[in-house]
């Protein structure tokens, strides 16, 4: 079969997001705006998370929220790829909470994978799988394979589970 090209590396075509900075969000912290911390691959892993701690989200940008949405620890991405379509379009604003563990098999989550040392790690919105062995990771698009990292090679690379879909995308 024809392998499928990843469109990571697309020009998104939606609208780029009203971003603040912190101190124009800083009333509406975690109550109506969150940190916006990267645009993120929904296809291959891509290294495109700005940062992989939320203790620095003062020098982070910021955007509003829906108050049902907001909370702390939680932050939004934008889906940059097409591996998790129809479910995510490639553009949409995702909300997430930070090392939330996923509670079921299935749940969506933004992977981590270092298992190439720090330097080298790539994030991914994907679908987790539970396994005994290994962290399973899959998309909702059909034509890209499952992510599999031994769990010798990491111990834990979710960084979030999916809380909300803001739409944005097309």
């Not at 939320?54 to 910021?62: A, G, K, V």
């Not at 108050?67 to 129809?86: H, N, T, W, Y």
């Not at 990491?154 to 995308?169: A, E, Q, S």
């Amino acid at each position: 079969s024809p392998q499928h090209r990843p469109t990571h590396d697309a020009p998104l075509q939606s609208p780029a997001p009203t971003l603040l900075s912190f101190a124009e969000a800083q009333d509406k912290a975690y109550r109506s705006a969150l940190p916006f911390v990267a645009d993120v691959a929904a296809g291959s892993f891509s290294d495109t998370f700005e940062s992989g701690d939320l203790n620095y989200w003062e020098e982070m940008e910021w955007m509003e929220v829906p108050a049902k949405l907001c909370r702390e620890g939680r932050f939004v991405i934008r889906v940059a790829g097409d591996s998790m379509q129809p479910e995510f379009n490639l553009g949409d604003l995702l909300v997430f909470e930070y090392h939330r563990t996923p509670r079921r098999n299935g749940e969506v989550v933004l992977a981590a994978d270092y298992s190439l040392g720090e330097a080298a790690g790539t994030y991914a919105v994907k679908r987790f799988k539970a396994d005994p062995d290994a962290w399973v990771f899959e998309s909702a698009n059909p034509t890209y394979t499952p992510v599999v990292i031994p769990k010798t090679e990491m111990d834990y690379p979710i960084l979030g589970t999916y809380v909300g879909n803001m739409g944005m995308g097309g």
